[in-house]
């Protein structure tokens, strides 16, 4: 069986943005050399998350929208019983738990099997600092 790890590291300015990082899942599933396997795509952070989804900007904005409803950003300690710890984003962590922390793609024939218009994203709910995520591709 063949492996390949790597992790890749964002740091977004923006508290909550969604990166299209599918070009470089991919190359690195190319070069794992792994025709048939899985990749794991996986948010290495307990305020950041990786999906799968349409790469469409109203589909974006309804996303941030509605999950600022769900958990709205409120620094405060009155809101969150996080925040009395000296945080600011417990927001994000609610945020992070709807989105999920990975993603599992089927490598078939060296390249990701996905639906259609289906990519992978980071997304970001606490910006502002570096954040890893693993790619581990296994297979054969």
Same mark, same amino acid.
């Given at each position: ?6 992790? /890749? ?11 299209? !990082? &599918?070009?470089?899942?991919? +190359? ?9 396997? =899985? ?10 998350? $990786?999906? !799968?989804?349409? #790469?469409?900007?109203? /589909? ?6 509605? =999950? ?29 738990? !709807? ?7 089927? $490598? &078939?024939?060296?390249?990701? #099997? ?18 890893? $995520?693993?790619? +581990?591709?296994?297979?054969?």
């Amino acid at each position: 069986m063949k492996s390949r790890t790597e992790y /890749l590291t964002f740091n977004l300015p923006a508290r909550m943005e969604f990166l299209n !990082i &599918t070009s470089q899942v991919e +190359k690195i599933v190319t070069q794992s050399g792994v025709r048939e396997g =899985l990749c794991l795509v996986n948010a290495m952070h307990i305020t950041a998350s $990786v999906f !799968i989804n349409d #790469d469409e900007p109203g /589909l974006h904005e309804d996303y941030k929208r509605w =999950l600022e409803q769900l958990a709205p950003f409120d620094p405060s300690p009155q809101r969150y019983a996080h925040n009395r710890t000296g945080e600011d984003n417990a927001d994000a962590h609610h945020k992070r738990q !709807i989105m999920g922390r990975e993603v599992v793609v089927a $490598v &078939t024939n060296g390249k990701l #099997d996905f639906g259609p218009w289906e990519q992978i994203f980071y997304a970001e709910f606490d910006g502002r600092r570096p954040k890893r $995520v693993l790619v +581990k591709v296994i297979g054969e």
